[in-house]
């Protein structure tokens, strides 16, 4: 057997069986068996790096092996499944199993003495299948399927602690939305199969090339997978599932909210990518430019500091989707890879800020305050330096700041961007979202920073009861903070400017397979970035810069009076603030007259179709039946049957007189008769 | 076949019904232990059968034929292909479950366990029998018995439940005897549902009866007769206050089997005698297919009863079958010959009709075991009983993602298949059924959430786990759609040359070029 | 006028008679009497049928057969009437009536 096929398999199974151990038997294991599920998380990790291993020792930029068999079938209708191992799964896999081991790790503090310890972890584990399975995927149909599996798990894990209203109606509203994602991604996907005949990658691709899909077609194909990926990726307009998604738990989110699950979309369209028409990459381009922009406004007036977290990575997210709009769909997937550190090392350290405040409040005996608002803290620096290291080298990676890793992606996205607009001429709305949102960005995340971190402690109460997070949950922090250095994306070169390295080496960008592409080709995308990387660097560099700078005088400094501006911009504030109404409007426009149209159907159905249309038939048969009783007794049977038997009775009473017994009648009557016959005979 | 296993596997609970005859009525424990054996072998020859039928063949398999009633040329004729074959083993194991599903029945045992044999020797027979003659008197022989056990052993409406179930039931088997009559004496004089397959197309075509062809007059009756049964929107509203009223057994047996009957009858009798106006009708199908989807999905998200929230829900998950069985036109020529489409939708509809029988087994029978603590159904009554019952939470999870077509339990293979074969033709059609999947996921969430999560009702904090009978009840129907749900190729294989042999028949008369 | 004509019509005149005897008498005594003289009435036309018409001795054996046959059922109708007037101290058949109705 391949070595890639055993490694695959195990990497695959592992979390699976550790699932189904932990849902059966794992209350009854020792340490309610959280081991059982580490391990297996570990050995993926362990083999994710064997692999990646072996891909860098290989160095070949198209290494491709694919597995499959034939999972169902009819006489002429097929199901393949399999394994797709190249290059981009192999770095994927790594990036899951290092975000899933870390998330493993710190759970083992982070939830400790949960009362539903062990099914935590089988979540977890089952999380780590179902991704594993989107990764690994050869065909739509693997990656469909999983793709709903991993919705499973974020429906589970959101509403984990579902004793709360709030997280039970959080994974409701995260499966649901993703589910209307996944209506148009089901159409793209059977689209494809009506012209293809197929649902792996390889006979797709090989069929747009061949011109079976053309056109508008293509295109509502197209759009119809990019659905998929608004919904799974929280795009504007379905973004409004992941900042409720935050009900979960802390690693949770950085798991699946922040790291690996909602980048998944991203996944499928650097995957797809190929088989994409222009039009569906202008949309694209435009819904992920629109959302990195967009969410970054909400980030500013948050108050949380997980919400926060959560509108940066929908606008992070909104960044890859703009890279694949705009052609550079290997930057995307750089950028996934990179934010997925990054961001997950924030909820990391979000999370331990969470559970430091948790433990002080406990002591306090207090069960009123917000352990996650922002307002409450403040000066933690002193009390956990590990936990403030940690998340500054994250905001600086996100923000932009040369060496760290996410200046490499960002700015090659940037770049991308402008190289759109210099190619085309036009689009310049989406260097101002790109760059609008860098500017943002770097704000939003150093207000967090400093209004978390430093200045005087906003309740010194609590601040006196903080201390640092225990070693289970700084050991993710460590690890991922030194993820978020350049050095690891750039080896063999080693300039902290430029993102060339292995991974822009490894990870090639595949030609556009729709036939008469008007793109113009990898080479030229290449090149014309190649040009725009140095004006765009210089802009983000600048923006960043700003942004940062604006932070630090306003939250640090407090030069400038943060209430003064905000009561200066009310409007916009306010905006922001009710994250511009979008769920109110949603609840307005769509959940409540959709309720209402079933209420309305039921009532219909029950109510009057059935009572009035259905019960009419019974109550007209019954009238009829009436109708048809009287005529049949009081005409028929009362009035002619017995009629006969009346009159006939009425003859016999009549006749009876002349009856009387009396034989001199009868023989008077006899004589009269013979009388009447002698005078009959006479005549 | 010397066995005459079919024979067998028809009247094996009347011998369990007469053996109950003769019980006296106090000994309760031995009519059930008399009900389950019955059922139980029964079970045992239904799995039997599945292993010794012959994948490799469409045809029809362990054909039994005598003599019945020569002067009407009427037989007695047993069979099985790929069709009938997952309805069998269907049968006896929605049987044997319910026998324990019911094991607590206190009113009048004897009676209903005799009474529930006898339902099961009718619904065998229905899909075992392939003498039209037959066929009709044993689908009325399973009305009887099921009006009996809604009417007697249902809940407070039951009376008006059973008869407006048996009103409705009888009004579509007139229509269907009118068909066979007609068929009857059109085409040869003769029951024969295998060699009225071969002569009915030839002999009705181009017969008018009152300037209306022939076919298209009798497919109706038929497809009113049987869409009844499935039930098919706008006849549906039997359904849900059958299934309200009845009690859990029957329940499971009503959506497990006898909705079937409706769908096996169309794929039987329709589409066997009347190939050529399935060109003509499979758009109203698909049609009638989405307004099920989308209709029953909206009714049963308002719902606040749980098992009429189910039994909407059936009508939702069979309107993707129809979908699928309309897809039998991919086929034809004016599609381009699209027989893999034709046969995902066929297979799909087929898997969907088995599926539906486990899953929505499964529904019910989580549905009854907490009516039988609560003594109500109010989905907004519960609340927080994860907590409280965490193993029927999670059986009960199953169940419900099951339903909301999640990959990985059968339900979503099947109406993956029928949505793939139905799109090439009904593109648009298919379009608004996938709003379906949506509207599933949204009433089975919500009712999911309101049973189980928030906070834990206080009225049940002392509310017992589902105990071992229950979970022996459950845990086959997970475990066969779970089975299904990753690996559907064992399931798919047994049917695979039977539909290619109905979408043959059906490729063969008219092959896609419109005769009417 | 010949001769048997005034037998006959002598005849015709007794049977009239007993007729009118059986039909308006309630005595049943005097019902009696009237049948035997529409017996004798008969015998009478047996007798001149036989010694005009050409019957021969036909006539007189059917007369003397009456005559016994007279005696006997005027020995049974005696018989019911004395019975007849146990069960109801009378006998007029007026009275006789149970089997009415």
Not at chain 1, 452 to 475: D, G, V, W, Y
Not at chain 2, 162 to 188: D, E, N, P, Q, R
Not at chain 2, 218 to 226: D, R, T, Y
């Amino acid at each position: 057997m391949n070595i890639f096929l055993q490694y695959t398999l195990l990497i695959y199974f592992l979390p699976l069986i550790a699932f189904g151990i932990q849902i059966f038997v794992g209350k009854r294991l020792p340490r309610q068996g959280d081991w059982v599920s580490i391990g297996a998380v570990l050995a993926t990790l362990v083999l994710s790096i064997a692999l990646f291993a072996g891909m860098l020792l290989d160095y070949n930029p198209t290494f491709k092996q694919n597995f499959s068999f034939t999972w169902l079938e009819t006489a002429n209708f097929k199901i393949s499944m399999g394994f797709l191992v190249d290059n981009i799964t192999i770095i994927m896999l790594l990036v899951v199993a290092i975000i899933s081991s870390a998330s493993h790790i710190y759970s083992l503090k982070y939830m400790e003495g949960d009362s539903r310890y062990s099914q935590y972890y089988a979540y977890l584990s089952l999380f780590t299948f179902s991704m594993n399975g989107i990764v690994l995927a050869n065909s739509m149909m693997l990656l469909y399927m999983s793709w709903e599996l991993v919705g499973l798990s974020s429906y589970l894990l959101i509403g984990f602690w579902f004793e709360k209203d709030s997280a039970s109606n959080a994974g409701k509203k995260a499966f649901l939305t993703n589910r209307v994602g996944d209506i148009g991604f089901f159409i793209g996907i059977m689209s494809l199969f009506t012209a293809i005949g197929s649902f792996s990658y390889s006979d797709i691709f090989a069929g747009v090339a061949a011109g079976k899909i053309t056109g508008t077609l293509l295109t509502l194909a197209g759009i119809g997978l990019f659905m998929g990926a608004v919904g799974k990726s929280a795009q504007f307009p379905l973004h409004i599932w992941l900042p409720d998604a935050m009900e979960g738990p802390t690693p949770v989110s950085a798991l699946i909210h922040a790291a690996t699950m909602v980048a998944a979309g991203v996944f499928m369209m650097v995957r797809v990518f190929p088989i994409l028409s222009p039009d569906v990459l202008i949309i694209v381009a435009y819904i992920g430019g629109f959302t990195a922009f967009f969410a970054a406004t909400i980030a500013i007036t948050r108050t949380d500091i997980k919400q926060v977290l959560a509108y940066s990575t929908l606008s992070q997210l909104g960044y890859m989707i703009m890279a694949i709009g705009t052609g550079a769909y290997t930057v995307a997937f750089f950028h996934l890879a990179i934010h997925a550190m990054f961001k997950a090392n924030l909820f990391y350290g979000a999370g331990s800020v969470i559970h430091g405040m948790h433990h002080a409040l406990h002591k306090l005996g207090d069960h009123k305050t917000d352990a996650q608002d922002m307002r409450n803290m403040g000066g933690l620096k002193s009390k956990m330096p590990v936990t403030y290291w940690a998340m500054v080298i994250s905001s600086l990676a996100i923000s932009g700041v040369p060496l760290f890793s996410g200046f490499l992606s960002k700015d090659a996205i940037l770049a991308g961007t402008l190289a759109l607009v210099n190619r085309t001429g036009s689009h310049h709305l989406l260097l101002f979202f790109g760059f609008g949102a860098a500017l943002i960005t770097a704000f939003y995340m150093f207000r967090m920073i400093f209004l978390t971190f430093h200045n005087k402690p906003n309740k010194p109460k609590i601040f006196e009861h903080m201390k640092e997070s225990p070693t289970a949950m700084l050991i993710p922090l460590v690890v991922l903070s030194t993820l978020s250095i350049f050095i690891f994306y750039t080896l063999p070169n080693v300039n902290p400017l430029s993102g060339q390295g292995w991974f822009t080496h490894l990870v090639a960008q595949h030609e556009s397979l729709v036939p008469g592409n008007l793109n113009p080709s990898v080479y030229a995308i290449e090149e014309s970035i190649h040009h725009s990387h140095f004006p765009a660097m210089i802009t983000s560099l600048i923006v960043a810069g700003l942004g940062l700078l604006l932070a630090w005088l306003m939250y640090f400094k407090k030069l400038i009076s943060a209430e003064v501006w905000t009561k200066r911009l009310r409007p916009l504030y306010t905006l922001s603030f009710n994250r511009y109404y979008i769920d109110e409007l949603y609840d307005k426009i769509i959940y409540q007259p959709f309720l209402k149209i079933a209420d309305w159907v039921a009532y219909l159905d029950w109510d009057v179709y059935d009572k009035y249309f259905i019960n009419g038939f019974g109550r007209v048969t019954e009238w009829f039946a009436k109708v048809v009783g009287i005529a049949d007794y009081d005409g028929l049977d009362q009035g002619i049957v017995d009629g006969f038997g009346r009159s006939t009775q009425r003859l016999g009473n009549s006749l009876k007189k002349i009856q009387t017994g009396k034989i001199q009648n009868y023989v008077l009557y006899a004589a009269f008769a013979i009388v009447i016959l002698l005078i009959l005979q006479m005549l | 076949m010397d066995l005459n296993i079919l024979s067998l596997l028809v009247w094996l609970p009347i011998i369990g019904m007469l053996g109950i005859a003769f019980i006296p009525r106090d000994k309760v424990d031995i009519i059930k232990i008399i009900a389950a054996v019955a059922t139980g072998l029964q079970l045992f020859l239904a799995i039997l059968l599945w292993m010794q039928f012959d994948k490799t063949s469409g045809g029809i398999q362990f054909m039994e034929r005598y003599y019945w009633i020569p002067s009407f040329n009427i037989f007695y004729t047993l069979g099985v292909d790929g069709l009938s074959l997952p309805m069998v083993l269907l049968t006896p194991l929605l049987s044997f479950l319910a026998v324990f599903v019911s094991w607590n029945t206190k009113r009048a045992v004897k009676g209903f366990f005799a009474l529930f044999l006898l339902l099961d020797t009718g619904m065998m027979g229905v899909f075992l029998s392939l003498d039209f003659f037959l066929f009709y008197v044993f689908w009325e022989v399973m009305l009887l018995p099921m009006y009996f056990l809604i009417g007697m052993w249902g809940g407070p409406q039951r009376v008006y439940a059973a008869i407006k179930f048996f009103l409705f039931t009888l009004f579509g088997s007139v229509l269907m005897l009118i068909a066979i009559l007609a068929l009857y004496f059109t085409c040869g004089q003769t029951f024969d549902i295998i060699t009225l397959m071969q002569t009915a197309p030839e002999a009705l075509n181009g017969v008018l009866w009152w300037g209306m062809s022939a076919i298209k007059v009798i497919w109706i009756l038929l497809f009113v007769g049987f869409a009844i049964k499935v039930p098919v929107f706008p006849f549906h509203t039997w359904l849900p206050l059958a299934h309200v009223e009845a009690p859990t057994a029957i329940s499971v047996i009503l959506a497990g089997v006898l909705l079937k009957m409706g769908l096996y009858g169309m794929l039987r009798v329709n589409y066997g005698m009347l190939p050529e106006a399935v060109w003509w009708f499979a758009g109203a199908l698909a049609v009638l297919g989405v307004i099920n989807v989308i209709w029953g999905g909206l009714a049963a998200l308002a719902q606040k009863d749980l098992k009429k929230m189910v039994a909407y829900s059936s009508i939702n998950h069979l309107g993707y079958a129809l979908m699928g069985m309309a897809a039998v036109v991919a086929a034809g020529a004016a599609s381009g010959n699209n027989y893999a489409a034709a046969e995902a939708g066929l297979s799909g509809a087929m898997f969907q009709m088995f599926n539906h029988g486990t899953i929505s087994a499964m529904l019910f029978i989580i549905a009854g075991v907490v009516y039988d603590r609560a003594h109500h159904r109010e989905i907004a009554g519960f609340g927080g009983l994860a907590k409280q019952m965490p193993i029927y939470a999670g059986v009960a999870a199953v169940a419900f993602f099951a339903g909301l077509g999640l990959p990985t339990l059968s339900g979503f293979i099947s109406e993956f298949m029928c949505f793939v074969g139905a799109f090439p033709v009904f593109r648009t059609i298919v379009i608004i059924g996938t709003l379906g999947i949506l509207i599933n996921a949204a009433y089975f969430l919500r009712a999911y959430q309101k049973i189980f999560f928030g906070k834990l009702n206080e009225k049940y904090s002392d509310m017992p786990e589902i105990n071992g009978r229950e979970l022996f009840t459950l845990i086959p129907l997970a475990i066969i759609t779970f089975v299904l749900g990753v690996y559907p190729a064992p399931f798919l294989n047994v049917i695979r040359d039977t539909v290619s042999g109905i979408i043959e028949h059906v490729v063969a008369h008219g092959g896609g070029v419109g005769i009417f | 006028m010949n001769i048997l004509q005034v037998y006959l019509t002598l005849a015709a005149v007794l049977f009239s008679l007993g007729i009118f005897a059986v039909i308006t008498r309630r005595n049943a005594i005097a019902v009696l009497m009237g049948i035997e003289l529409i017996l004798n009435a008969a015998n009478l036309n047996f007798i001149a049928f036989a010694r005009f018409g050409g019957m021969n001795f036909s006539g007189h054996i059917f007369a003397l057969f009456v005559i016994v046959l007279a005696a006997a059922e005027a020995a049974v109708a005696l018989a019911i009437i004395i019975n007849l007037y146990q069960n109801f101290q009378s006998i007029n058949v007026d009275e006789a009536q149970q089997l009415k109705q």
